[in-house]
């Protein structure tokens, strides 16, 4: 039985899906024969890539091999129904049975085989958190959404690296910039990116009235100069005094570090380290994420909508996701989830919400593939 005569007995894939399968399995044959060629064997770069876009698509091809053996098996099992006796029915019918749940889990395996894979998964994840309205209590919330991010990496066992650390008078944050590294760390914090609102009574308010307030939250993925090619000529390099809380001089040299990236404007400070050199490398290493965030964003266009869409304005109106503290409520706009478990999730538990968003990320990659 053919893939297309089964996808007409409601047994098989839908057109698009086999268009997909069919073009992996071409681009297969091509690879195989690729990586047999001395061209290929003698060009170390050119290896990697065969080797690594092979690899991915072995298990796709072996699936959907899988998958059509399977087919021959219920179009054989369907043809001996029509000349068995009563008792090879009852076989066969358990075989047809059988035959069918396992094109159904292949169906499945090979659907989720082909979902895009993300660009930067596996990347390092770059996260910026920045009070937005509601003055010090902004900072206080950025405090907290930063505590909270720390705890979600610890259980998940990623590395977390301050680059930059800008506290507030009450002990929140004006603005904080670190790096997570892990595994699956991209694929989890890309969803924290926009502005997250509290509302709450603030700790600065005396007649116990409900304040809403606002940070903002950036997540970028980290990029290499692979990825990024920076000409020193495009620079504009500041170099001044760190100064801390008051204003007091935290040394007496000049060793923050201004970057300004001239074409696009785009500006990085650092100052917490007391080296100069360290400074500008934390800075080059945010303004290089930057950077590599608008290459995608010009790559395809729905990113550069997604980018502000993440920071917006800061705004009360603007949200991704609200913290409810009188109801322990925690709101995703973005998908309408609700939990009431915001001292879990504020805690670090925040696959609470994670997970359902991953899941309507795969529901949609799954809807679009048909």
Do not use: C
């Not at 770059?126 to 010090?136: C, Q």
């Not at 959404?145 to 944050?173: F, R």
Request: hydrophobic share 40%; net charge negative; charged share 30%.
């Amino acid at each position: 039985m053919s893939d297309t005569a089964a996808a007409r007995e409601g047994t098989g894939l839908d057109a698009r899906v086999l268009a997909n399968l069919a073009l992996a399995a071409d681009e297969f044959r091509e690879l195989e024969a690729r990586l047999a060629d001395p061209a290929t064997l003698g060009d170390p770069d050119a290896l990697r890539q065969v080797s690594q876009r092979y690899r991915e698509l072995e298990p796709i091809v072996a699936a959907h091999a899988a998958y059509r053996a399977r087919l021959d098996d219920l179009a054989l099992a369907r043809e001996m129904l029509e000349q068995a006796t009563p008792e090879e029915r009852t076989v066969l019918h358990g075989e047809v049975d059988d035959a069918l749940a396992e094109l159904d889990r292949l169906a499945g395996e090979l659907r989720e085989l082909l979902l895009p894979k993300d660009p930067n998964a596996g990347r390092a994840v770059i996260v910026e958190i920045r009070g937005a309205e509601g003055g010090e209590e902004a900072n206080l919330f950025a405090g907290d959404l930063y505590n909270m991010y720390l705890a979600y990496a610890a259980s998940k066992k990623w590395k977390v690296e301050v680059l930059a650390h800008d506290p507030s008078d009450l002990g929140g944050v004006n603005q904080v910039t670190f790096v997570v590294r892990g595994d699956d760390a991209w694929q989890r914090l890309k969803f924290e990116g926009g502005p997250h609102r509290v509302q709450r009574v603030p700790v600065t308010e005396s007649q116990g009235r409900v304040h809403t307030s606002s940070a903002t939250v950036a997540v970028l993925p980290e990029a290499t100069e692979v990825d990024v090619e920076i000409n020193e000529s495009d620079l504009r390099v500041d170099v001044y005094r760190s100064s801390g809380a008051g204003g007091q001089h935290v040394n007496t040299t000049d060793s923050a570090v201004r970057i300004t990236h001239l074409p696009t404007g785009l500006v990085v400070t650092m100052q917490d380290e007391r080296s100069q050199i360290q400074n500008r490398a934390r800075a080059m290493q945010v303004l290089r994420a930057r950077l590599y965030e608008q290459k995608l964003a010009e790559q395809e266009a729905e990113l550069s909508d997604a980018r502000r869409a993440q920071v917006g304005g800061g705004g009360r109106s603007e949200k991704i996701r609200t913290y409810n503290f009188k109801e322990n409520r925690v709101t995703d706009h973005r998908i309408g989830f609700t939990i009431y478990r915001l001292t879990d999730v504020l805690a670090g538990d925040l696959d609470l919400i994670v997970e359902p968003l991953l899941q309507d990320e795969r529901t949609r990659q799954l809807a679009d593939l048909g």
